[in-house]
């Protein structure tokens, strides 16, 4: 952690004005800057809204303390006047320090404004725990972005934070999505012990992967039916360390949660965040595939079929919605509409370890179309995931399924 600022009081006013600087208070915020006052407002008026969501996702504070925020397009006013926490290179974008917020003015308003908000989120945080040891930091860093991507509709400009981005081009400089889906491409896609394994010389990578990769992860818990109360439990809890390591523990243990991680994150796109739950089948002589109401993968393995050649049969026909009308879909799909580079309504089957860690080729990535009569060969130690190709607004419920036969060995 960066040495702590040490106690500057603050100039007055026209001092500010004679080095080309303006203050404007809005508690709980004092802003200091060199941009125009029209300039800063854009920012000023994020904070009622930021405060709002801090207390729906930390519960309210007892007493606010006052944070100083510097808005810097030049830096030499703020170090002549010995406003910055070292020199002007130490804020290449943003730092916080205890009460201290330092912003450097980016290319666009919006990255700025998501500059201040994820900032500031940090010195909230801070402000109720100073914990912040080894395995922490994919949680400061991701709920900071997670709470600072934002959209603002452009009809009443209301502000909304913690924001899935449905049009990622009305945030300029936010370029997550890309990042996660050029790493499944170019097949270094982060596990989850990847991403908890993260330390602070990570997050200064130029390109910017673990702050993407944390995002994601954050949304991936708060989204997931079964630990976005874990998560929330931990946003409320002052006592970081224990809380974390309850959350932790699973997400490094449980080989299903790393396996919907990737199915997550193969799928990840501004239409699509949903999480992709796996489920076990009981049986392995028939396997029922009907439409869930989210894309869902059946773990349709056993003992049995690892090591050797497997033979896979599919029949049956359902209906979906594709192009906003109702189409009969066979086990290829159809090639009305595509989700992912594979037809809508198709049986995709991925084979894959359950033990992966670190950077992977993401097996979810690169799934096969199973139709008809199929002969896989699974090798020892992996094992056979199937699922129907569909977008959460693609289902029609109560329908017919396919029907996926795996006879057993003789």
């Not at 100073?130 to 994919?138: E, M, P, Y």
Request: proline share 8%; hydrophobic share 40%.
């Amino acid at each position: 952690m960066p040495a702590k600022p040490k106690p500057v009081e603050l100039p007055d006013e026209e001092t500010l004005d004679e080095h080309g600087l303006s203050r404007i208070d809005a508690a709980p915020f004092i802003f200091i800057s060199d941009l125009r006052v029209d300039q800063l407002q854009p920012i000023i008026e994020t904070a009622p809204a930021l405060i709002v969501t801090w207390d729906q996702t930390f519960g309210p504070m007892t007493k606010a303390p006052t944070w100083v925020v510097f808005i810097m397009e030049k830096v030499e006013p703020f170090k002549r006047l010995n406003l910055l926490p070292r020199d002007g290179a130490a804020v290449p974008h943003g730092l916080q320090l205890e009460d201290r917020v330092w912003i450097r003015v980016q290319e666009t308003e919006y990255y700025t404004r998501h500059l201040f908000l994820h900032e500031a989120t940090h010195a909230r945080m801070m402000a109720v725990s100073q914990f912040q040891g080894d395995g922490t930091l994919w949680f400061h860093e991701g709920i900071a972005e997670y709470i600072a991507t934002h959209t603002i509709d452009t009809a009443t400009l209301r502000i909304q934070l913690t924001a899935w981005p449905r049009d990622p081009r009305q945030l300029p400089g936010w370029n997550h999505f890309t990042k996660l889906q050029e790493a499944n491409q170019a097949d270094r896609t982060s596990t989850l012990p990847w991403i908890l394994a993260y330390q602070a010389d990570s997050y200064r990578r130029r390109d910017g992967q673990p702050y993407a990769d944390s995002w994601a992860l954050c949304q991936f818990l708060s989204l997931h039916p079964q630990y976005r109360d874990a998560l929330s439990r931990c946003l409320k809890s002052s006592n970081w360390e224990s809380v974390l390591q309850e959350l932790t523990e699973p997400l490094l243990k449980d080989s299903t949660i790393q396996l919907e991680w990737l199915a997550w994150l193969a799928a990840i796109s501004p239409r699509d965040d949903s999480i992709q739950p796996i489920v076990s089948q009981p049986s392995m002589e028939a396997v029922t595939l009907a439409p869930f109401p989210v894309q869902t993968w059946v773990d349709s393995s056993s003992d049995q079929l690892s090591g050797g050649p497997t033979e896979i049969k599919v029949d049956g026909r359902v209906k979906i919605r594709a192009k906003d009308r109702e189409v009969s879909s066979g086990p290829d799909g159809v090639t009305v509409e595509y989700r992912h580079g594979y037809p809508l309504g198709a049986v995709l089957g991925v084979i894959t370890g359950r033990d992966l860690k670190g950077q992977v080729a993401n097996p979810f990535s690169h799934p096969r179309i199973i139709s008809g009569r199929l002969s896989l060969d699974i090798p020892e130690g992996e094992f056979l995931y199937l699922s129907i190709n569909q977008f959460p607004q693609s289902i029609i419920l109560d329908q017919p399924a396919y029907r996926v036969r795996i006879p057993a060995s003789e």
